[in-house]
């Protein structure tokens, strides 16, 4: 399972910590406090994504792909 989230330059540069609400009603929280992210940089999260067709007790991993929004000005 894929899921896109768009963070701000300063989260990108400073780190952040945001929730993210999975399908399954629960929420899970994306910690990058204290590193830099990447324009499309994406992390896997294991377990987290969609039921397998052959298992469905057995869940597939969550590819976070991180969309960075850059300013369209900056001020002093």
Same mark, same amino acid.
């Given at each position: 399972?894929?899921?896109?989230?768009?963070?701000?330059?300063?989260?990108?540069?400073? +780190?952040?910590? %945001?929730?993210?609400?999975?399908?399954?009603?629960?929420? !899970?929280?994306?910690?990058?406090?204290?590193?830099?992210? =990447?324009?499309?940089?994406?992390?896997?999260?294991?377990?987290? +994504?969609?039921? %397998?067709?052959?298992?469905?007790?057995?869940?597939?991993? !969550?590819?976070?792909?991180?969309?960075?929004?850059?300013? =369209?000005?900056?001020?002093?």
């Amino acid at each position: 399972m894929k899921a896109t989230i768009r963070i701000t330059l300063r989260e990108a540069l400073l +780190g952040f910590v %945001k929730p993210l609400k999975h399908l399954g009603g629960h929420s !899970l929280d994306l910690d990058r406090a204290g590193q830099i992210t =990447k324009p499309g940089h994406v992390d896997t999260i294991p377990g987290e +994504g969609m039921p %397998k067709a052959e298992y469905n007790s057995e869940k597939g991993d !969550l590819h976070i792909t991180y969309d960075v929004v850059f300013p =369209k000005e900056l001020t002093a």
